[in-house]
């Protein structure tokens, strides 16, 4: 029997914002090269695989507020950046083991809209793209949920539910990290670990330590064999405060 899901429990975040309470829409595109090999006497054309790509558009409700992190704010921000923001689409977000979909994108477009008789309204476009200097060679990437995106109080961290991929994969992956909130008051280490037997674990990815309250986003890429089972492990220095972190993993 088919399992359908509601579109009103995805998540979006970009770089270190959560975004979702400004979104109602998301569109993901997954697209495929190919390359001409046709050769002479062939009654048919045929081709080959070539580069991979996607891009990302989002609508949603524009938001007044000046502050770090509202969608006016952030769509404008960013626009013609240098780097490539980071991006995560949780589907059905907030439960382990459900998808997601992370890319490194650039936004190619932001559109305000202000209708005399209805509420402001905005729209991104991003067209996703490989960052070969930080090895990082895909642009979308369809992922696992690691975590809920929910806030941990710092005396409860430790080790997560795992994930199980059924059996192990040989092509490497990358792991994206978001910390939207963070009251910690003290530097806060998350790592993605993975097990071939659910028990026996060993680090896959240690994220760069997330300092005292701060807030930020990351990526790191593997090769080589990622084991079945995929977890993530997270402890602090910190004594007080709770910190909120979304953590996905790709597979390659």
């Known amino acids: 029997m088919p399992t359908f899901v509601h579109g009103k429990n995805s998540k979006v975040y970009l770089d270190e914002f959560e975004m979702?309470?400004?979104?109602?829409?998301?569109d993901i595109n997954h697209a495929q090269d190919t390359a001409e090999t046709t050769a002479y006497g062939?009654?048919?054309?045929?081709?080959?695989?070539?580069q991979a790509s996607g891009t990302l558009s989002f609508g949603g409700l524009y938001d007044a507020i000046t502050g770090a992190g509202s969608s006016d704010k952030e769509f404008e921000a960013i626009l013609g950046s240098?780097?490539?923001?980071?991006?995560?689409?949780?589907?059905?977000?907030?439960?382990?083991?459900n998808r997601a979909v992370i890319a490194r994108a650039n936004e190619t477009s932001y559109t305000l809209s202000s209708p005399v008789a209805d509420i402001n309204s905005v729209t991104a476009d991003f067209e996703c793209s490989a960052d070969p200097a930080n090895n990082v060679d895909f642009g979308v990437a369809s992922a696992v949920q690691l975590t809920t995106g929910a806030s941990i109080a710092h005396g409860s961290l430790g080790n997560l539910a795992s994930v199980d991929n059924s059996a192990s994969s040989a092509n490497g992956g990358a792991g994206v990290l978001h910390v939207p909130t963070n009251t910690v008051n003290g530097n806060t280490t998350i790592k993605i670990q993975h097990s071939a037997n659910d028990s026996t674990w060993a680090d896959l990815i240690s994220f760069t330590a997330v300092g005292?309250?701060?807030?930020?986003?990351?990526?790191?890429?593997?090769?080589g064999t990622v084991n079945r089972y995929l977890r993530v492990t997270a402890s602090t220095a910190g004594s007080s405060g709770a910190i909120t972190f979304m953590v996905s993993f790709a597979r390659f």
């Open 20 to 26: 979702s309470a400004y979104l109602n829409s998301t």
């Open 212 to 223: 005292s309250a701060a807030i930020t986003s990351q990526i790191s890429a593997v090769t």
């Open 82 to 97: 240098t780097t490539h923001p980071l991006l995560t689409v949780a589907i059905d977000g907030g439960t382990i083991g």
């Open 42 to 50: 062939a009654t048919s054309r045929a081709f080959m695989p070539s």
